[in-house]
């Protein structure tokens, strides 16, 4: 391998975190929602959701899945990083992860955020929550430096066309070319929407997949595709991005549809808001009005996603060329300062 241009010694994970055991879960959902306009009633609600599957999350097993893959991918390739994990929102928690960077005498760490889309709660939140961990670290806590975003990374593209490839292969030939590709996203307020890039970057990637899928696929007249929205919890009277994907599925079944693809594409793994929003509640939506959804599958630890977060590293390590694909530019390395600014209803505005 050739020697770093930049002195990197460590790779911090950053994900939001989620319960691992039923008295785990309203506690977590208090640190999710600290500060947001959301009703208790759809916390508990919520609650529900995660009660239903034991009180645990999966996320937390399928990060660490990821860092084993990961770890196994460094390896392989000759980069010698060791690498950290540490939640937003539940153990382990980032300021103790810093604390144990700082033992280990990691003075200056790479950040790989488990998001692909650019907005308040998918990049500034977790820089927020990254800069008040080591705030509460205090001198010793390492600088970290966050990758940058991957939306239009011929990695992250790839695999989603592929999953969506696959999906489309269970259904029966003859339905294929008219099924419909929705791809789904986390609803966020339209008032967060609109100082960030969060909508452009999705219809981007979304277009960049079905591109692929019809390279995959040798039919340039293959299935159409949607944009639709998931798992809000705002109140009713603040608005959000929409489609919600359930009433969109209702509505391509009115218009004659027979056959949906579900491409989770702004979700890394099979969470809850996968497992629950889509898994359960959508597919039964489906079975209610007739239609045939079957769910494509995240990127979760496949191995070209997995090379693609070592691609990324390897950006900022070696100093080496950013890689992106369409119409986009590779995102910056370095957010400007009013970046994704949001301030949630109840929260004092910061500067930064």
Same mark, same amino acid.
């Given at each position: ?151 239009? &990374? *011929?990695? #992250? =593209?790839?695999?989603?066309? /592929? ?8 259904? !029966? ?128 630890? &496949? *191995?070209? #996603? =997995?090379?693609?977060?070592? /691609? ?8 080496? !060329? ?31």
């Amino acid at each position: 391998m050739p020697e770093p241009t930049n002195t990197y010694d460590a790779l911090l994970v950053v994900s939001f975190g989620g319960p691992e055991g039923p008295d785990d879960v309203l506690p977590f959902l208090e640190n999710v929602l600290r500060g947001r306009n959301v009703p208790r009633e759809r916390m508990l609600e919520v609650a529900e959701h995660y009660q239903a599957f034991g009180g645990v999350s999966p996320i937390n097993a399928q990060v660490r899945e990821l860092i084993a893959a990961l770890r196994q991918e460094f390896s392989t390739s000759g980069l010698q990083l060791p690498i950290y994990w540490g939640n937003r929102n539940w153990h382990p928690l980032l300021p103790d992860t810093l604390r144990q960077m700082a033992k280990d005498n990691v003075t200056q760490a790479l950040g790989f955020v488990t998001s692909a889309f650019s907005s308040y709660s998918g990049c500034r939140q977790y820089r927020e929550n990254i800069e008040a961990a080591q705030t509460e670290v205090g001198s010793q806590a390492p600088a970290i430096d966050k990758l940058r975003m991957f939306y239009n &990374h *011929p990695g #992250f =593209v790839e695999v989603m066309a /592929e999953s969506a490839v696959n999906a489309l292969h269970q259904i !029966p030939p003859e339905r294929r070319a008219n099924a419909m590709l929705v791809f789904t996203a986390h609803s966020i307020p339209q008032s967060m929407a609109d100082n960030c890039a969060y909508v452009s970057q999705l219809e981007e990637s979304c277009r960049l997949v079905v591109e692929h899928v019809r390279q995959l696929m040798a039919q340039q007249d293959s299935s159409s595709w949607r944009l639709v929205y998931q798992s809000r919890s705002g109140p009713p009277s603040q608005p959000w991005l929409e489609p919600d994907v359930c009433d969109d599925l209702r509505a391509f079944r009115q218009q004659g549809g027979t056959d949906a693809v579900v491409v989770p594409i702004g979700f890394l793994s099979d969470h809850m808001e996968v497992l629950f929003d889509l898994d359960t509640e959508a597919a039964e939506v489906g079975k209610e009005i007739g239609l045939n959804m079957v769910r494509a599958a995240t990127a979760g630890t &496949h *191995p070209r #996603f =997995v090379k693609m977060i070592r /691609e990324l590293v390897e950006e900022r390590f070696y100093d080496r !060329p950013r890689v992106a694909i369409g119409d986009h530019p590779p995102s910056h390395d370095v957010c400007p300062t009013d970046c994704c600014r949001y301030v949630p209803r109840g929260r004092p505005a910061t500067n930064g």
